[in-house]
């Protein structure tokens, strides 16, 4: 398997994504309080457990994307997610008999979490 994250840059775009998930979770996590959403009331709704709720709660939790999307749901919002290019690719080119290779960074879009005007939590 090739490692993709071979530079330091690399590393902390993946820290990035990580914090950025947590912020999310804990906006979710947040919207139901507010809404008077309880664990258990989660955990009926998606015939899951209490610790699975707790999983997706905790900050030391490692829950699946699947499950974070579930939550949403149960909490009334949705996850909206996009795909683009933000890990620089390698291009290569033969020259002379030999490879080079070029790293062409695509830039990252810039994302916050917020709660939009209605009820849907969203990505902009």
């Known amino acids: 398997m ?4 071979t530079t330091d840059g690399e590393y ?7 914090q950025e998930f947590m912020e999310m979770v804990t906006a979710l996590k947040s919207r139901a309080r507010k809404l008077g959403i309880s664990p ?11 610790e699975d709720v707790q999983e997706v709660e905790s900050p030391f939790g490692d829950p699946s994307l699947s499950m974070v999307q579930d939550y949403a749901r149960a909490t009334g ?9 933000y890990m620089p690719r390698s ?3 033969v020259s002379a008999g030999s ?6 960074d695509d830039r990252r879009p810039q994302v916050k979490w917020e709660e939009s005007a209605g009820t849907p939590l969203v990505l902009r």
């Open 2 to 5: 090739t490692n993709h994250l």
């Open 12 to 18: 902390a775009l993946a820290g990035e994504l990580a």
């Open 40 to 50: 258990q009331q989660v955990a009926d709704h998606l015939d899951w457990s209490l």
């Open 77 to 85: 919002a949705i996850i909206s997610i996009e795909i683009s290019n």
């Open 91 to 93: 291009e290569a080119t």
């Open 99 to 104: 490879v080079h290779r070029s790293m062409v």
